[in-house]
Each structure stands twice: as structure tokens, then as C-alpha cells.
């Protein structure tokens, strides 16, 4: 158990819908990192959040956003869902050594 | 532009049958090199952290090498539980401490 909690484990939605994907980090880590992981591009960052600050963006479409919580949990905003969308979104916390969740799997149809 | 290429994309092993699995990377000031291990559905686990050429780490049956251009996953006499994809990511000086991945290569080790 890395410490890293995502919800919803699994997540179905159609086209054009917009979702929200949760992840609190280990206790005591500032830091929230947004991964999304497709059979064709592999892991990719997606952004950064450290204590509530955005520090880095990645490969994010504009239709994503992401946002940190003064508890330090972060949500990830998907909308205006495609099919290509489809995907895992992991979520990571500390800096020097990335502590992953379980992921979150995305289905757009 | 930071590259991470992994080789082989597959390999398939006999239990007990060692090889080495290669990352070739460029990136503009490397902080670190990252070796996980992720099982299907789940999220990728942390095995190591090598900082700068010459470096190695070891760990059970698995041990990672760094040169200024590539890094090596060792695997000494393999079990089935070994099964994985096994990634590796650079994190570059300018980056802060964003991860960015490989492709990873799918390891199966047959009994």
C-alpha cells in the first residue's frame, strides 16, 4: 500500500460528459502529481500541484484542469470527455521517490 | 526534447534464465533515473533512484546501473513473480521532480 488513495476505482461515461477524479497523498506530502497512462503513449505527466500551488504542467489538454484543496487532496477535471480520453489516471505524492495510487480507469463510450 | 527509450518492448524468460533490460535516455540535466515496476491494473511501484554515472543499486534478484547515456535492469536468476512491466523514467534538472517515462518493457518468466 503505497499511502495514495484514488477514487473511483473504475469509471464509465459517455461522450461529451465531464468527470472528476480524486487522490489524496501520503500523509505529510505537499505535493500531488497527475499521470494519465494510454496503451499508445504510455505514462505521461499530465501537472503538478505543491501545497495547493500549481508548479508544472505537462502533455494536459485544456479541456483538463486540476486543482489541490487546502486538506491537500487534489481533483483531476475531465470535460468535454472523447473517446481517445480513455485511459488510466494515476496520481502521485512525494518528490523524491513518486509514491503512486491504484489508478483510476477511465472508460469514455 | 528529454527522451526515454526502453528495449526490449517484450521479453520472455525461463525461470532462472538472467538478462538485463536497457533504458537509453537524453535529457538536459539529469536529477535522476527511475526504475519501477508496475503489475497489470495497479500502479507503477517504486524500485529504485540512481543520480549519476557509475552507480548502482541492488535489490533481491534485480540491480540497476547508470552510464551517462543509458541505465541497465539486471535480473539474476528470474521467478515467475518477477512478471511485469518494469519502467523507467528520467526527472530533469528543470522539471522539478515530474516523472518522464519510458514505454516500458512486459518481462514474463515462465516456470
Known amino acids: 500500500d503505497s499511502g495514495v488513495t484514488q477514487t473511483p476505482k473504475h469509471l464509465i461515461t459517455a461522450t461529451g460528459q465531464r468527470v472528476t477524479l480524486r487522490c489524496s497523498p501520503r500523509?505529510?506530502?505537499?505535493?500531488v502529481y497527475w499521470y494519465q497512462q494510454s496503451l499508445d503513449q504510455g505514462l505521461q505527466f499530465l501537472i503538478h500541484y505543491y501545497n495547493g500551488e500549481e508548479r508544472a504542467k505537462g502533455n494536459i489538454l485544456e479541456r483538463f484542469s486540476a486543482q489541490q484543496f487546502p486538506d491537500l487532496h487534489s481533483e483531476l477535471n475531465l470535460s468535454s470527455l472523447e473517446l481517445g480520453d480513455s485511459a488510466l489516471y494515476f496520481c502521485?505524492?512525494?518528490?523524491?521517490?513518486?509514491?503512486f495510487g491504484q489508478g483510476t480507469r477511465l472508460t469514455v463510450v | 526534447e528529454d527522451q526515454v527509450t526502453q528495449s526490449p518492448e517484450a521479453l520472455r524468460l525461463q525461470e532462472g534464465e538472467s538478462s538485463s533490460l536497457n533504458c537509453s535516455y537524453t535529457?538536459?540535466?539529469?536529477?535522476?533515473l527511475f526504475w519501477y515496476r508496475q503489475d497489470p491494473g495497479k500502479g507503477p511501484e517504486f524500485l529504485f533512484t540512481l543520480y549519476s554515472a557509475g552507480e548502482e543499486k541492488e535489490k533481491e534478484r534485480l540491480k540497476a546501473t547508470l552510464t551517462k547515456k543509458e541505465s541497465f535492469l539486471h535480473i539474476t536468476a528470474p521467478k515467475p513473480e518477477d512478471s511485469a512491466t518494469y519502467l523507467c523514467?528520467?526527472?530533469?534538472?528543470?522539471?522539478?521532480?515530474?516523472?518522464?517515462f519510458g514505454k516500458g518493457t512486459s518481462l514474463l518468466v515462465t516456470p
Open positions: 502521485a505524492s512525494s518528490e523524491t521517490r513518486a509514491f
Open positions: 523514467a528520467t526527472v530533469s534538472q528543470d522539471s522539478g521532480y515530474a516523472l518522464n
Open positions: 535529457v538536459s540535466g539529469l536529477r535522476g
Open positions: 500523509s505529510g506530502d505537499l505535493s
